[in-house]
């Protein structure tokens, strides 16, 4: 039994998605290509073990913090939408931190 490579994970992923040969290697930020490249990223770190700018090397030259966003899980990613509408909406605020608390004489 032979080893998979890389290019082979990126075909499969590129063939379940309906993608071009190419296309998650390539310049397109469409959703679908995204959660391709996403699911791909993911399994050449699962299965290859590769690092991130190693994946991103994989994936058409991505910086590895792309890469990284990748494996964000759906709360974080749930998370930062939600603080990203509450400041557009004047409503965030900064988390406290126990400085802050005893700077205002709550007395911790």
């Known amino acids: 039994m032979s080893a998979v490579t890389p290019r082979e994970i990126i075909d499969e992923e590129e063939d379940s998605a309906g993608l071009r040969r190419g296309t998650i290697r390539g310049a397109r930020h469409d959703r679908v290509v995204v959660l391709a490249r ?3 990223a993911r399994r050449l770190r699962a299965e290859l073990g590769l690092s991130y ?3 991103g090397r994989e994936l058409g030259g991505r910086h590895h913090a792309t890469v990284m966003c990748y494996f964000r899980t759906d709360a974080e990613k749930e998370a930062r939408a939600r603080d990203s ?3 557009a909406a004047g ?3 900064k988390p406290v931190t126990r400085a ?3 700077a205002e004489g709550a007395g911790l």
């Open 38 to 40: 996403a699911a791909a």
């Open 53 to 55: 700018p190693a994946i």
């Open 85 to 87: 509408k509450l400041r």
């Open 91 to 93: 409503l965030y605020r």
């Open 100 to 102: 802050e608390l005893v």
